[in-house]
């Protein structure tokens, strides 16, 4: 009775005076309930808000994913258990999408496995590049860094608009190629050069952010070691593949992880600027996810979350094996 | 009439009854705040909002929306003061894609200019309390049966059909006369336009022959004038040889230049997409889009070429397309419907309604202003001549026009339609494999609807 009556004078005191309050606060709780159970008391609004905001609704989207209809209450939702994965996987080879029930599904999925390492691996080079010549000391340097930043802020529906603009059959690139002689191309009406376009627009919007990530970790890069090696005259290779790849390991790990992220949840640039066409040349897995949760009419929220929880289970298993073979390298 | 009056008077002495009501709460409210100055700011920002009774309806920009009824909306909040009337102009793909959304999960708007008009049925409040019903049903009964949903029995008033909108086609007669080849009459078929258009485009270097809106309801006015049934009398999905043969035709004018790949074949899933420029800069001989376009061909084109709209192609079928349209609808979360329906009672007037109409532009979906015509007074000649091919089209409509405009499942249809004709155009599929798509596609969804 006394503990109770200590703590509810110390809450009284935590809101009139919440500095001087939290000591005896503290101090009442931990005799409530102990020193061994104290580290719960501090973790527990952090686990509280992860609970609710984050495996909450990972609860509550493998539900959806079981359930039918196009309501949105979970009330209205008739349990049809695994219907909707039923009906994702009912192919007759997983190799051929076309012989899919769910075809788009494995278009897209299909897509999104090649959209994706390409994506990364022109990202990540082309920040790099960007990096490295940026943090020489050349002319106009914070100017440059300025012009490769600024995509970034720019809305995403935005540069795909502007995109658009230029590489339509009426657009700003083929005025400059017919006004010299070449032929007129329409860019985004062939699967091929379509695919590279979202790629190149997805790397020119975005590597502005990696570039001045890396940047910064060359800039960290202590100038002696440069200087160390220009006095044992080795080349330019040897420096870049001795010194500054190892010494910026670091940093590529933390842009690999946030590019791979960023890649597999490209949606509004490609969806603005061809909607996953030619065909469905383009469409990647989110885009079909909302097209079927929420762009269809009726929307299909049970299947979208099957969809989504698929998408979820194979990031879950890649970034498994990434933070493997991390663990490996930095051990070995 | 004078029923729908003493209605109205009653609601509104109601209000006002319930507004004084308030009033006396919010005044006991204060003094029992002035001892807590925060609390007091907290009364103060939910009091200014308390006595106000507003209503907020969702249009987009293109003819009969926000623009052209902002007058209409100004005066109607003058002559009722203590309600008030808020139009948001959207993206019309806000409409399509993030209302439902919204309405699902009973939030949004009061009201909204909607097109799709079964689809969104569930959502929608009866306003017969609040309106003539007679006069609603005298005037917009064929709408008001597409507003209804899959209940024939219904007699619920849940909206106001705001145009009646006609799929169809603008000619470009300057290039017609420069390449000397006559323009088909009516009673044209699709072959024939097609076969005209490519002579005027051959003659004159013009890029395309022939485009059509990157949507499932202009193909339909194809597929249905080769035949296509699309749904039944009982409201079941029809996949017939007709939508065969229209896709494959209209997939072999793709493939042989006569129509453009940027629309149906550079584009994915089920995106809606228009390229009018291609008619406005004159790339394009023929383009199928519809008659909400009307203003704005005579706007920007000018005396820049001559034009006109085209009756509807014929094909083995029928000489038909697709009938169209929105309605302003109120939405069961509203905390206002009677705002809703006062609103929507007023719009409906024939001279209010008129005005809209005038300044869009748009065919009326009422009885009363199709017989009597409505004056266009800022539109040309050659506006006032298409409108009346447009409206000429309405008669010659095809039933199965009219059943897949009523139908619930109309959008899974356009948007199965859309994806699989591009997914055959770049080869994805071919003609037959994209028809048992369609079909698995619209059977999916009225699955999941159920």
Known sequence: ?332 | MQNILDRRHRKDAAIEGRSRGKEREEVMSISKLRMSSAAGLVFAATAGTAGAQQVVIWCDVNGYGCPTLAPVVERYNAENPGQTVVLEQVAYQVLLESLPVQLESSDGPDGAIVTDLGGLSRYYVDLTDWVDAEFFESEYGQTLQWLRGDDPDSTAINGKPSTLTVNGGYVNLTLFEQAGVDVPEEGATWEDWAEATRQVAAATGTDFPMAMDRSGHRFASLAISYGAELVDEDGNLVVDDALRDAIAQFVEWHRDGTMPMDLWGAVGGATHRELFTDFLNADTVMYFGGSWALNQVDREVGDLFDWRAIDAPCGPGSCTVMPGGGAMVAFQHSAHPEIMGQFINYLAQPENLEEVLAASVEIPASATLIERGVTYPGASDRTQEALGTFINQIPKMDDAAYRFQGWRYQRALMNSLTTRISQVLNNELTVDAAVARIEQDVTLAIEAAN
């Open chain 1, 1 to 332: 009775m006394m503990r109770k009556g200590a703590i509810g004078g110390a809450a009284v005191a935590v809101i009139t005076s919440p500095a001087r309050a939290i000591e005896p606060l503290m101090y009442g709780i931990q005799r409530l309930i102990g020193i061994k159970k104290m580290p719960w008391v501090f973790l527990g609004p952090n686990l509280g808000a992860v609970l609710l905001f984050s495996l909450l609704p990972v609860f509550i989207n493998v539900f959806y994913s079981m359930t039918g209809s196009d309501r949105l209450f979970p009330v209205d939702r008739p349990w049809v258990g695994g219907r909707n994965y039923e009906t994702l996987f009912d192919c007759q080879s997983f190799l051929d999408p076309s012989t899919c029930s769910r075809d788009l599904f494995w278009r897209a999925l299909w897509n999104t496995m090649v959209f994706v390492p390409i994506q990364v691996i022109c990202m990540i080079g082309i920040s790099l590049i960007t990096a490295i010549c940026l943090n020489r000391n050349i002319r106009g340097r914070g100017f440059f860094r300025g012009v490769f930043f600024f995509p970034v802020m720019l809305s995403p529906v935005v540069v795909a608009l502007i995109w658009q603009w230029i590489l339509q059959r009426n657009g700003v690139l083929n005025g400059i190629l017919t006004s010299m002689g070449f032929d007129a191309v329409n860019w985004l009406v062939f699967p091929n050069t379509a695919f590279f376009w979202t790629v190149f627009i997805t790397v020119w919007a975005h590597m502005g952010f990696f570039t001045i990530i890396l940047l910064a970790g060359l800039q960290a890069i202590p100038r002696d070691v440069y200087e160390a090696a220009k006095m044992d005259s080795a080349s330019h290779w040897r420096v870049f593949t001795r010194i500054t790849l190892p010494l910026l390991r670091p940093m590529l790990l933390v842009v690999f992880i946030l590019c791979v992220i960023r890649s597999v949840q490209t949606f509004d640039e490609i969806y603005v600027l061809t909607g996953g066409g030619p065909g469905s040349a383009t469409m990647l897995l989110v885009q079909y996810i909302y097209e079927t949760g929420f762009a269809a009419q009726p929307r299909n929220f049970g299947l979208a979350a099957a969809a989504s929880l698929l998408l979820g289970a194979a990031l879950l298993i890649f970034t498994m094996l990434q933070l493997y073979f991390s663990r490996k390298t930095n051990n070995g």
